[in-house]
Every structure is written in structure tokens, then in C-alpha cells.
């Protein structure tokens, strides 16, 4: 059983990112699993190498270790560009791709009000000659033509979930224009040459799993489980985010000891019942999935204040 950290080193952690990484940590040492710590900098624009260091040194101090990954040059995303060309060129071959010329600006405009992605881009029916008279003009982004399909699944926490591909998805981005590898494609990639077996991660990457469990099986490989964790909140009902300075780990470090700030995750985690401080290891023989809430959690607004 291995178990996994995916963070994008776009900014500190915060209170949310911990609650997950908590979880997914306690899962894998519970189940006697190991971790790998694969650093999720695909946007060059966003991500900087400095807030990977912090949060590898911010995972430390909690006492969240891993066994694999980390500072090593070929568990960041941005040395893995190799695998997934290769995993690309196989979605190629099998006639699963097509380039696509709108702009960004074109397609918001052509579906404002479905999302971001319509089902049916118009590049998918071009010729191949007039992708080649396009191609002369414009580098194109790729996207994979998906099936008129509902997958489902069974989230280890949140249950059954269903979702047809073509009508709430569309065929979607696997490489942009600039050449940046798309988010859904390197994760399906990245967690099966790492030998992920379960995937610990925030609720609010539920809706792209079934995107993911066809690429598994597009591309011949094996998928891991999903538990989708609840997300934290601000007491206003906002997700936290990392722009949330009051609540990102240099705010928390200045006020909280590691076992008082595993305390308090432990106690929204449902693990005890109340915020008494606590280190990661005692935390261990305690877990268990069924005590762990389903819903999103608001932060008690002493913490945020
Ligand atoms: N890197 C993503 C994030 O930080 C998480 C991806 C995943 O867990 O699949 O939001």
C-alpha cells in the first residue's frame, strides 16, 4: 500500500492542504503503507521551488514523513515531462487526440454558461489538411476525445460517484499551446510510475477522478483508490485558500506548537473529540476512515481570528 503528498508549491500550505495531507498520511501509516512526496510544479508561472522547500520542512516539523520523493530531482513534475509525452504519443496513436486552435477567450465564449470546456470542440472535426494549413499558423493545444460514457466509482469516503464524460466534462486539455502538460494527465501518469495505491486528497478534486479513471484505462494502467477529504472553510463559508495568510503555516507556526496544531486537525478530522495536543504517531492506531466527517468543515473562528 502506498500513499502519496501531490502539492503545488504555488504558495504556503495552509490550514486545508494540512487536513489532507494529515489524512492521507495517517491512512498509509495506519494500513503499515509507505508515502511518496511528489512536487506538483507543472505552471511555471505559479509554482516556485522555495515554496517546495518550505513545505517539505513544514511537513517535517508536523512530523509527516515520507519514504520516497521529496528533494529528489525526479519526483518534481517539472523533470517528468518525458512521461508524459510518452503516455501522450500513446493517446496519439490511439487516435484519442486532436489539436485544437481556439483560444481560451473563443471557447469561454462559445459556452459561457456550461464551464469551461464545451463537449464539442469544433477543431475535433478539422481534416487533415486543414489542420496542416492551421498547424503553419498557430502551435495548437491537444485534447482527448471523450466517450459517451458514465463512469463511476466508489470514493472510500464520500460513495458512489457517477459522471458522464461527454455532457459534464467534454473532451479536455491534455497539453496546452505554450507545451505545459495538463493537470489530469500527469497525475494519472505520475501516481502510476510511482505506484500510488490510494489517493488521499481534497473534495474538491472529486468531479476530475472520473477524467482520470478513463485516462487509467486509456492508457493501460492500473488506477489507485480515492478518498476525497472534506474541505475547510472559513467561517464565512469560503474555502480557505492559500491567499488566507491568517491561516497559512507561517501564521500557524507563530501561534501553535506541531502537537498543538495536530490537536486541533486531529479534532476536525473526528479523531478526538476534543483539540488536546497531539503528535502524528499517537495519532496512528486511532485513525479510522469512518470517523472522519464527509462534509466540508468550518474552521471555529478562534482559529481564524
Ligand atoms: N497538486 C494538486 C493540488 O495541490 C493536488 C493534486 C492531487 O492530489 O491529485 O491541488
Not at 510544479?41 to 517535517?60: F, G, I, K, S, T
Not at 496519439?92 to 481556439?102: H, K, N, S
Request: proline share 7%.
Amino acid at each position: 500500500m502506498k500513499g502519496r503528498f501531490a502539492p503545488s508549491p504555488s504558495g504556503r500550505m495552509h490550514l486545508g492542504n494540512l487536513f489532507s495531507f494529515l489524512l492521507a498520511w495517517l491512512s498509509a501509516r495506519h494500513a503499515g503503507g509507505s508515502l511518496v512526496l511528489r512536487i506538483e510544479d507543472l505552471d511555471p508561472v505559479r509554482c516556485q521551488p522555495a515554496y517546495a522547500w518550505q513545505l517539505m520542512e513544514d511537513l517535517e516539523w508536523l512530523g509527516l514523513t515520507w519514504d520516497e520523493g521529496g528533494e529528489t530531482p525526479s519526483s518534481w513534475q517539472s523533470n517528468r515531462g518525458h512521461l508524459y509525452a510518452a503516455a501522450f504519443d500513446k493517446l496519439r496513436l490511439a487516435g484519442l487526440t486532436y489539436p485544437c486552435f481556439c483560444s481560451r477567450i473563443q471557447r469561454l465564449n462559445e459556452a459561457p454558461h456550461i464551464h469551461e470546456i464545451s463537449p464539442s470542440c469544433p477543431c475535433a472535426a478539422l481534416t487533415e489538411e486543414e489542420i496542416a494549413g492551421k498547424m503553419a499558423e498557430k502551435v495548437p493545444s491537444f485534447r482527448v476525445k471523450v466517450p459517451h460514457e458514465t463512469i463511476s466509482f466508489v470514493d472510500g469516503l464520500q460513495g458512489e460517484y457517477a459522471q458522464d464524460l461527454w455532457t459534464e466534462c467534454g473532451d479536455f486539455p491534455i497539453k496546452r499551446a505554450d507545451g505545459a502538460w495538463a493537470y489530469q494527465l500527469a497525475v494519472v501518469v505520475d501516481d502510476a510510475a510511482m505506484g500510488v495505491t490510494e489517493v488521499v486528497r481534497g473534495r474538491d478534486l472529486l468531479s476530475s477522478t472520473p477524467r482520470q479513471l478513463w485516462l487509467y484505462r486509456a492508457l493501460g494502467l492500473p488506477a489507485p483508490a480515492f478518498y476525497h477529504v472534506p474541505l475547510l472553510l472559513a467561517p464565512d463559508g469560503r474555502r480557505l485558500a492559500k491567499r488566507d495568510a491568517d491561516l497559512d503555516m507561517g501564521a500557524l507556526r507563530r501561534r501553535y506548537a506541531p502537537e498543538e496544531l495536530l490537536g486541533i486537525l486531529a479534532c476536525l478530522a473526528g479523531l478526538q473529540v476534543d483539540a488536546a495536543p497531539v503528535s502524528a504517531q499517537a495519532l496512528i492506531p486511532r485513525f479510522d476512515w469512518k470517523k472522519v466527517p464527509k462534509n466540508d468543515i468550518f474552521v471555529p473562528k478562534n482559529l481564524v481570528s
